[in-house]
């Protein structure tokens, strides 16, 4: 019987597949297609330059001994790049690349126009014209488990976290979202799970970003023409951590590339840990079949710490840095800092700093006068949520009632304060303030804005409103 491109390879697959594990016979060889056999050279259809890169380092071997059985010592393997119009490429771009010498299989050279002879590899990390397949994991040693204390605050989610650095992909907690205020931990937590996977498992490609970094990586891609490489790089990931996921927000194109990249890793057994400052239920223009496959797994909050926790996080600090305190000024600094742990450790480091530099001895003075600079200087995130609940408290109405479509007159200015106090106080877009109050438009919440300025001006009882609520949002 006369062997087809199909029939060799497919007796080439059931080799390799018996000889690697299934998760990368999966990953990297269900995709490929046969497209000829030509004078012992067989064809394949590999999806991106990324691709071909990657099997070439990897499994240049086991191809070569999977070929050299069913077409003998002459075999040869040419690979055919095919960029698939799958995330809106606008055309199919195809390359034929004869398999890399080091394979010791014959190479076939083919005369077609090539954009580039020497295919690179996309890796968003690796620093151009340095080729280098091993992927850095971006972690922070120092944001360990050791140093992430446990709570009454964080205990559900540090006790996950663990979960899932004991067995990434293998439990339910997947993807594992870590969501709270600010520095509550959540970044400390997503590292600490990294490494500890990586100390248990250094075989597991484990990659760190923020969405802000995705982004821009995303974006550089799409200038290059090399999105199907991105999205490669990303798909062949093991454990992949991405900090403050509510920034995607907005970004529809990258969050249709994320989306992707999601499903894969997913369906694949690997494991998303996500972190962000809001529950996926707050979160502002994110695509819906996104925030549903966020509710996959775990949500897990990270709250204020409690006071026995703060204690223990400052004896922490101080034996990690060999200094001694004397405990009435540790609970005194407890007792006082109690909004997020960044603060807390800000507190300690200036406390020790003005100590050594001065030459003074810790005292409580000391330490009243680093608080109360501290403290006073610390500028205190508002959220909108928290805008509108001061606002319906201070009316004597709740939240519902503000954000509905009444046009009564008081509901109206209330709505219109807490418009005009969230562009005042929030990073937010009019777009998502106006989507977050109500339902309403960025034209909407301009308006609101202007009349709160002119209505300021011109009515005293108005004027009050403005300075009481500007009092609480500021306390």
């Known amino acids: 019987m006369s062997k087809t491109a199909e029939s060799v390879w497919n007796n080439c697959l059931a080799f390799i597949e018996d000889n690697i594990t299934s998760q990368a016979f999966k990953t990297w060889f269900e995709p490929i297609k046969a497209v000829k056999l030509t004078d012992n050279a067989l064809s394949i259809q590999v999806p991106s330059k990324f691709f071909y890169e990657w099997l070439e380092e990897h499994y240049v071997k086991i191809l070569k001994v999977a070929l050299t059985k069913e077409l003998g010592s002459t075999a040869k393997l040419v690979y055919i790049i095919r960029m698939e119009n799958t995330y809106g490429n606008k055309q199919p771009f195809t390359e034929k690349i004869p398999s890399a010498n080091r394979s010791n299989l014959q190479s076939q050279e083919i005369d077609v126009p090539v954009k580039n002879k020497s295919p690179e590899l996309k890796n968003p990390f690796v620093i151009p014209g340095i080729r280098n397949v091993k992927i850095e994991s971006q972690l922070n040693p120092n944001y360990n488990f050791e140093s992430f204390l446990e709570g009454e605050s964080n205990r559900l989610a540090r006790s996950a976290g663990l979960a899932v650095a004991n067995k990434p992909g293998g439990t339910s907690f997947n993807p594992l979202l870590i969501f709270g205020g600010v520095g509550l931990g959540k970044t400390h937590l997503g590292h600490a799970i990294g490494v500890d996977i990586k100390d248990k498992y250094p075989e597991k490609t484990v990659l760190y970003i923020s969405a802000e970094k995705f982004t821009q990586q995303y974006i550089e891609s799409v200038k290059k023409n090399n999105r199907n490489d991105f999205i490669h790089f990303y798909q062949i990931i093991d454990v992949l951590i991405v900090d403050d996921i509510q920034l995607l927000s907005g970004k529809a194109g990258t969050q249709d590339v994320f989306f992707h990249i999601f499903n894969h890793l997913h369906q694949n057994g690997k494991q998303v840990i996500l972190t962000s400052d ?138 219109q304060l807490a418009m005009f106090f969230a562009k005042k106080f929030t990073k937010a877009s009019l777009a998502s303030i106006g989507s977050q109050i109500g339902q309403r438009d960025h034209a909407t919440v301009l308006h609101a804005c202007k009349t709160v300025d002119n209505l300021s001006s011109t009515d005293k009882q108005f004027r009050k409103y403005v300075e009481d609520l500007s009092k609480k949002l500021t306390l």
């Open 278 to 415: 809001k529950a996926p239920v707050d979160m502002i223009d994110i695509e819906q079949r996104l925030l549903s496959r966020f509710k996959w797994g775990l949500s897990a909050e990270l709250n204020h710490p409690d006071y026995d926790t703060r204690v223990a996080i400052i004896k922490n600090k101080l034996y990690r840095d060999g200094v001694e305190m004397p405990d009435d000024i540790i609970e005194f600094l407890a007792n006082n800092i109690k909004t997020n742990i960044r603060e807390l450790e800000g507190a300690i480091i200036s406390l020790i700093a003005h100590s050594s530099f001065n030459k003074k001895e810790i005292t409580i003075e000391l330490a009243r006068k680093i608080v109360d600079n501290y403290v006073k200087h610390t500028k205190r995130e508002v959220s909108i949520d928290y805008i509108q609940k001061v606002v319906s408290d201070y009316f004597q109405m709740d939240v519902d009632t503000l954000q509905s479509k009444t046009r009564k007159r008081h509901i109206v200015q209330a709505r």
